[in-house]
């Protein structure tokens, strides 16, 4: 087993890679500057696992405490690098804050990987570099769009500046993980999506709204070309991608990966229009969910859902848990979570 990094190891994803990656016996060391988690996550991972990561609170755009990080820390064989800002409308209106997060706080870790005697580097990607696609499923190979938004922009930045690093330097090894869309919440009811303020995603404004603490949900338009007029999307179970990054983490750690540079869709290869979300809620939960068909939302694409050949046959993982073990998952999360204020 191995020492590794774990950057925003208190996020939403993160949380969840950290405990699956003590439950297969790697030694983690989280860095995570709390601007859009809390320690309570750290004592949820540890309440899970048994073990307490090792934590360390830094701000990843300051070059000098990275650099001092691997300085103490130059036994890490790799890092997964959940760390950035990620509110797709944010990043609309404050795009410098965006690049000097996103793309800042990866050069300065891609330099110190540069100087360890090797490194496996796992890239928080998103489908969201793909827009629109053309054809569906989406492949691996299906072509990257002008991003919708700065933060998305970042996310392709990021994977060209990790391409490009890796052609010259031959210690450094990296996969990018292009997530679809992360729902759910770990059986244990111990750590889960909390997202600050007013939701923007579907599954976390719903559950909230079947709990009360929203009003109603607004659905952004039923005049799509879909079936049910919706938008598609592939909801992944937050711990089968968990699972992912660890799969995909000993993949380069045991040098089977066929290139210095490799990326993976992770999904679960089905659609699922947002009126089916809500079925699945209202079919778990047993609540009545209150919501309204409003005007469509800007930027959103029709239909996104993720070919999982490759993902299958190259890292030998495919997904186990079914939107409606994703729904009742959350729900479960969030009535913990009021059951504590
Ligand atoms: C899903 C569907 C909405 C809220 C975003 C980012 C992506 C990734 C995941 C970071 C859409 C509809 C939503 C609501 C609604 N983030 N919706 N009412 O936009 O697919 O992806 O989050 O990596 O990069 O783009 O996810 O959950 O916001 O929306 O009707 O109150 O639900 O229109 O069709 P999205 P989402």
Same mark, same amino acid.
């Given at each position: 087993?191995?020492?590794i990094?774990?950057?925003g190891?208190?996020?939403?994803?993160?949380?969840?890679?950290?405990v699956?990656?003590?439950?297969v016996g790697? &030694?983690?060391?989280i860095?995570d500057d %709390?601007?859009?988690?809390?320690m309570?996550?750290?004592d949820?991972?540890?309440?899970?696992?048994?073990?307490?990561?090792?934590f360390?609170?830094?701000?990843?755009?300051?070059?000098s405490?990275? &650099?001092?990080?691997? @300085?103490?820390h130059?036994?890490v064989?790799g890092?997964?690098h959940?760390?950035?800002s990620?509110a797709?409308?944010?990043?609309?209106?404050?795009?410098?804050?965006y690049?000097?997060?996103?793309?800042g706080?990866?050069?300065y %870790?891609? @330099?110190?990987?540069?100087k360890?005697?090797?490194?496996?580097?796992?890239?928080?990607?998103?489908?969201?570099?793909y $827009?629109q696609?053309?054809?569906?499923p989406?492949t691996?190979n299906?072509?990257v769009?002008k991003a919708e938004?700065p933060?998305?922009?970042t996310k392709?930045i990021g &994977?060209?500046?990790?391409?490009?690093?890796?052609?010259v330097?031959d210690?450094?090894?990296?996969?990018?993980?292009?997530y679809?869309?992360?729902?759910g +919440?770990h059986?244990?009811?111990?750590?889960?999506?909390?997202p600050i303020?007013?939701?923007q995603?579907?599954?976390?404004?719903i559950?909230?709204?079947?709990?009360?603490?929203?009003?109603q949900?607004?659905?952004f338009g039923?005049?799509?070309?879909?079936?049910?007029?919706?938008c598609?999307?592939?909801?992944i179970?937050?711990?089968d991608?968990?699972?992912?990054?660890?799969?995909? %983490?000993?993949?380069?750690?045991?040098?089977k990966?066929k290139?210095?540079y490799e990326?993976?869709?992770l999904?679960?290869?089905?659609g699922s229009?947002?009126?089916?979300v809500?079925? +699945?809620? &209202?079919?778990?939960? $047993?609540?009545?969910?209150?919501y309204?068909?409003?005007g469509?939302?800007e930027?959103?694409?029709?239909?996104?859902?993720?070919?999982?050949k490759?993902?299958?046959?190259?890292?030998?993982w @495919?997904?186990?848990?079914?939107?409606d073990?994703?729904m009742?998952?959350?729900?479960?999360?969030?009535?913990s979570?009021?059951?504590?204020e």
């Amino acid at each position: 087993m191995a020492k590794i990094l774990v950057t925003g190891g208190l996020g939403f994803i993160g949380s969840h890679t950290v405990v699956e990656l003590q439950n297969v016996g790697h &030694e983690v060391v989280i860095i995570d500057d %709390l601007s859009n988690s809390s320690m309570n996550v750290l004592d949820g991972i540890t309440a899970i696992t048994g073990i307490k990561p090792v934590f360390e609170k830094i701000d990843l755009k300051e070059k000098s405490l990275v &650099e001092d990080f691997f @300085k103490r820390h130059n036994d890490v064989k790799g890092v997964i690098h959940f760390a950035a800002s990620k509110a797709v409308g944010e990043s609309v209106h404050k795009p410098l804050l965006y690049y000097e997060n996103n793309i800042g706080a990866l050069v300065y %870790l891609l @330099k110190e990987l540069t100087k360890l005697p090797e490194a496996a580097f796992i890239f928080s990607s998103s489908c969201t570099v793909y $827009g629109q696609a053309d054809e569906l499923p989406i492949t691996e190979n299906a072509p990257v769009k002008k991003a919708e938004s700065p933060y998305g922009n970042t996310k392709q930045i990021g &994977e060209e500046i990790i391409q490009d690093t890796c052609k010259v330097a031959d210690n450094l090894k990296a996969i990018a993980l292009r997530y679809f869309n992360p729902v759910g +919440a770990h059986p244990s009811c111990k750590i889960g999506e909390l997202p600050i303020g007013v939701p923007q995603n579907l599954v976390p404004f719903i559950t909230q709204t079947g709990m009360g603490i929203r009003e109603q949900l607004s659905v952004f338009g039923d005049d799509y070309p879909t079936p049910d007029g919706t938008c598609i999307r592939d909801y992944i179970h937050v711990v089968d991608l968990a699972k992912a990054h660890v799969v995909a %983490l000993e993949r380069l750690l045991e040098h089977k990966n066929k290139a210095s540079y490799e990326t993976f869709n992770l999904g679960t290869g089905k659609g699922s229009s947002v009126l089916e979300v809500i079925e +699945a809620f &209202e079919r778990v939960s $047993g609540e009545k969910l209150n919501y309204k068909i409003v005007g469509r939302r800007e930027g959103d694409v029709i239909a996104a859902y993720a070919d999982t050949k490759k993902a299958n046959d190259e890292l030998g993982w @495919k997904t186990e848990l079914t939107l409606d073990d994703a729904m009742l998952s959350a729900w479960k999360w969030e009535q913990s979570v009021r059951s504590k204020e």
